[in-house]
């Protein structure tokens, strides 16, 4: 029996990594209709021939798998180059490449510094490139694109570094028509993000917001309709703040009352298990300092029991 290479050939093109992808999350318990829904309606608005549009969701409300399962079903669709960018941090581009390549999506993703090397070629096959909004990054990216038509491209966190901020000024930032310019003529535009308005108020590359896609929160998504509902039906235990009074004190009354929260856990569950506190009090970084000091103040003399304020605070 010969080897039928075209037989081969056949196999190998075969595809199905939407579904596989779909797959993978039902495996682990995961709701997938929510994310089905906004692939299937994105699908949709990129076959009515727009071409620059957003994707926009509740915060952590799962996007990184959203848009794992969006690039399986472009690259199902014969989009041949994908191109995910990110906020400029290497700790958060590694962080969703690692999820993307365990996703055992393929191809695998790959660091736009793997893929400006002379030697990788990207006129045939497929091809999945993550690269961080910085504009020397963007710049060679760019050099190696400049050939490479039909691409698409997710930009995660759209709302930040992307719009024109020099828009009203007659003038255009670097980051802005570096994304451009990879965008290109004939290339597609998806943005996705929890604040999408300043896409909208900045038009930014022409997305059409008539055509925005909403993705829509699992059943087990907690966000701010539960904690800071319009009604008073608040299904936790809330302390609020006076109104003339912003002291320190207060929040680390809050931090008492997580840590007693967590220890009650553990020593009910009989298990030592890790609990997050999310603090945010402003949209401010010189407010943030601030708020650190007391939350520092707290956890070190609790760390110390020679510490005058252990006996206090313990």
């Keep these: 029996m010969g080897l039928n290479v075209g037989q081969l050939r056949a196999i190998a093109q075969q595809r199905d990594r939407y579904k596989t992808q779909l797959s993978r999350l039902k495996t682990t318990g995961k709701q997938t209709s929510c994310i089905e829904a906004a692939v299937s309606s994105a699908c949709d608005t990129l076959e009515s021939g727009t071409t620059s549009f957003v994707i926009y969701g509740e915060p952590q409300s799962g996007k990184t798998e ?12 014969g989009h041949r180059v994908v191109v995910h960018l990110l906020n400029d941090s290497v700790q ?31 006129s ?10 910085n504009a020397s990054d963007l710049t060679k990216l760019n050099q190696k694109l400049e050939r490479i038509g039909d691409k698409v491209i997710i930009d995660d966190e759209a709302d930040f570094a992307t719009p024109n901020a020099l828009i009203n000024k007659g ?3 670097s980051i802005n028509a570096l994304i451009n310019k990879l965008i290109s003529h004939d290339g597609i535009y998806i943005g996705v993000t929890a604040t999408p308005a300043r896409l909208d108020l900045n038009n930014t590359f022409e997305n059409d917001n008539e055509k925005w896609v909403n993705f829509p929160p699992h059943e087990a998504y907690t966000g701010q309709d539960v904690f800071f509902p319009l009604d008073t039906d608040v299904q936790f235990s809330l302390h609020t703040l006076p109104d003339t009074d912003d002291s320190p004190k207060y929040l680390r009354e809050a931090i008492f009352r997580f840590l007693v929260r967590v220890a009650a856990l553990n020593l009910t569950a009989k298990s030592d298990e ?12 010189l407010d943030h300092k601030s708020d650190k000091k007391p939350i520092d103040e707290v956890m070190n003399a609790l760390s110390d029991t020679h510490s005058k304020k252990f006996e206090s605070f313990a």
């Design 171 to 173: 003038d255009i930032t």
């Design 66 to 77: 959203m848009m794992i399962c969006l690039t399986a079903k472009l690259l199902d669709d």
């Design 124 to 133: 045939a096959g497929y091809h999945v490139i993550f690269c961080k909004k």
């Design 274 to 285: 890790n609990f997050s506190m999310l603090i945010h009090t402003s949209g401010k970084k």
């Design 92 to 122: 958060l581009l590694q962080q969703n490449l690692e999820r993307f390549q365990r996703s055992k999506l393929s191809p695998a993703a790959r660091n736009f510094s793997d893929v400006i090397d002379p030697d990788y070629s990207l």
